[in-house]
């Protein structure tokens, strides 16, 4: 009888560690998707949350400014990233903006380039194809070849919307990430392209334009004319966790505005 008493308690024990462990709740986490662009921001950002938020994982996948306003409508993430303004029929569809920061694109050519500043008017010739040789422009005696990014590129849109060559460049190549742009144009005498300030390092160079150098300064300033937002986009009426609600929070403080800044771009906030 005892031994059959132990065996029931035993089982009674074992079945309620399973119902337990059933119960346990799933780690917190926090998930982005978009623009490449923001890779910077958006990874240091990240960072400093996790830190100041032991045990909630965040991640980052960098698909693109359109794909990451698609993933936010279909729910496959918490919050988009987008380096464009949403448009008027995407806010139709129930998304929302909130701009998190501006960002100067940078015209970038190879270092070897003899050539440091182009007026807009330029710049739009050069991607419309009207001028197809550096030395029009006071550079070598070469073919420019063009390298921009492909369709639903918020980078692409602000670029061309602002030097208004919508549906005009005639592209060499047509990339998928800011990365690749650099590294194209940095492996190209001939070359140019444009890219994120954010993202702009040591391997090109950043010409000015109209006379005046991208930085934070001037793009804060607004003297620095090719520039555009930086923007978390979210689901109107879709409550977030409460993970991603104290993420986008967090990022929208100013107490983010120093990681924004040292990331490369120019924090609202």
């Known amino acids: 009888m005892k031994k059959i008493l132990c065996l029931v308690f035993t089982l009674i024990i074992a079945a309620t560690a399973l119902v337990g462990c059933g119960k346990k709740e799933e780690a917190a986490s926090v998930s982005t998707d978009g623009s490449t ?16 938020n032991e045990g909630v994982s965040f991640t980052y996948n960098p698909t693109g400014s359109g794909t990451g306003i698609t993933a936010v409508s279909e729910d496959r993430c918490d919050i988009g990233l987008s380096s464009r303004h949403l448009k008027d029929e995407e806010k139709a569809k129930g998304l929302k903006e ?24 330029t710049i739009a010739k050069i991607y ?19 390298i921009g ?9 602000g ?8 549906k005009e460049c005639k592209y060499r190549q047509e990339l998928t990430s800011t990365g690749d742009v650099i590294t194209a ?27 005046v150098s991208a930085s934070e300064e001037t793009v804060k300033d607004g003297s620095y004319k090719i520039q555009r937002p930086f923007v978390l986009v979210t689901k109107s009426g879709k409550t977030l ?16 505005a120093k990681i924004i800044s040292d990331a490369g771009a120019v924090a609202v906030n």
């Open 241 to 256: 966790s409460k993970a991603a609600q104290d993420f986008f929070d967090f990022a929208t403080s100013s107490d983010a």
């Open 37 to 52: 662009s923001m890779e910077k921001v958006i990874g240091a950002l990240g960072e400093a949350f996790e830190q100041k």
């Open 159 to 166: 670029f061309e919307s602002i030097t208004k060559t919508e």
């Open 185 to 211: 144009v940095s492996g190209n005498p001939d070359a140019i392209g444009y890219a994120s300030l954010a993202s702009v390092g040591e391997t090109v160079k950043a010409i000015s334009v109209n006379g």
């Open 149 to 157: 990014r492909e369709e639903g590129s918020g980078t692409r849109d």
């Open 98 to 121: 909130t701009v998190l920061a501006l960002d100067g694109i940078a015209v970038i050519v190879n270092k070897e380039n003899s050539v440091n500043d182009l007026d807009m008017e």
């Open 128 to 146: 419309k194809g009207e001028i197809t040789n550096w030395k029009e422009v006071g550079g070598n005696d070469a073919q420019i070849v063009l």
